[in-house]
């Protein structure tokens, strides 16, 4: 990818579309590709971001964590930490709907400035 100057993208998702998923294999005759379980999903989630973020130490791509969920959020920094990635490293971002669990936002705020 470097070759051609683009940065890899994705967008992780966890459990937001997962009853329309189910609802549009059943209706176009595909296995469902949903997890079995809520749980399942969420370290699926949690394994494909510890992915990115191993790789993010030796190459240029970047990756936004957009997540409401604390608990996620946490994990990411733990991660961050033991990559040894820092919280002013512009290759991670994170980003949440303004005005939900603003707790969050504070505590990100306070790890960005340590």
């Keep these: 990818m470097d ?6 993208g994705a967008k992780f998702v966890r459990g937001a579309y997962m009853e329309g998923e189910r609802e549009r294999a059943f209706k176009q005759s595909y296995p469902d590709p ?10 699926m989630y949690h394994r494909c971001v510890d992915t990115v973020l191993e790789r993010i130490v030796s190459t240029r791509e970047e990756l936004v964590i957009a997540s409401q969920n604390g608990e996620t ?11 040894s990635i820092s919280p002013s490293n512009t290759q991670i971002s994170f980003a949440k709907t303004n005005g ?9 705020g306070e790890y960005c400035f340590l």
């Design 100 to 108: 939900m669990v603003d707790h969050i936002t504070v505590a990100l």
């Design 34 to 43: 949903i997890n079995d379980s809520f749980e399942a999903t969420t370290e």
């Design 73 to 83: 959020v946490q994990r990411v920094i733990q991660k961050m930490s033991e990559c």
């Design 3 to 8: 070759k051609l100057d683009f940065r890899f």
